[in-house]
C-alpha cells in the first residue's frame, strides 16, 4: 500500500520560514517525480514545485522562485520543501504527489498524478 504523508505545516507570520516534508512508502521512491501542490479555499490545486527521479531538475512556478527550494532523499524516500519569505498568499493546504510516466516535464496537471498524500496546512498570518 502507497503511504504519502506530509508534516511540517503550521502558522507563521508573513516573512517566516516552514519545512515541509514527505516521508513516502509501498512504492519504489527513485522511480517517481515528486511535487508539492497546493490548494487555498475556494481555489484550484495549484502547482508549486516538482524534481525528477534523481534529484538532479527542479522547477518552481514563478510565485516562490527563490523562496521556496524542494529537495529529496532518496535514501530515506522523503522529499521535503522550505519555504521562506513566506506571505499570507501562501496560505493552503500543501500536498506533494507522485507520478511515475509523464507526459511532459514538468507534470503541472495534477490528474497526471499516481499519489496524493493528505495534505498538510500552511498559514501565514500577516
Known amino acids: 500500500q502507497v503511504q504519502l504523508v506530509e508534516s511540517g505545516g503550521g502558522l507563521v507570520q508573513a516573512g517566516g520560514s516552514l519545512r515541509l516534508s514527505c516521508a513516502a512508502s509501498g512504492l519504489t521512491f527513485g522511480s517517481y517525480a515528486m511535487t508539492w501542490f497546493r490548494q487555498a479555499p475556494g481555489k484550484e490545486r495549484e502547482f508549486v514545485t516538482t524534481i525528477s527521479r534523481g534529484g538532479y531538475e527542479e522547477y518552481y512556478v514563478d510565485s516562490v522562485k527563490g523562496r521556496f527550494t524542494i529537495s529529496r532523499d532518496n535514501t530515506k524516500n522523503t522529499v521535503s520543501l522550505q519555504m521562506n519569505s513566506l506571505t499570507p498568499e501562501d496560505t493552503a493546504v500543501y500536498f506533494c504527489?507522485?507520478?511515475?510516466?509523464?507526459?511532459?516535464?514538468?507534470?503541472?496537471?495534477?490528474?497526471?498524478?499516481?499519489?496524493w498524500g493528505q495534505g498538510t496546512q500552511v498559514t501565514v498570518s500577516s
Open positions: 504527489a507522485a507520478v511515475r510516466r509523464q507526459t511532459r516535464w514538468p507534470a503541472r496537471n495534477w490528474t497526471e498524478y499516481d499519489y
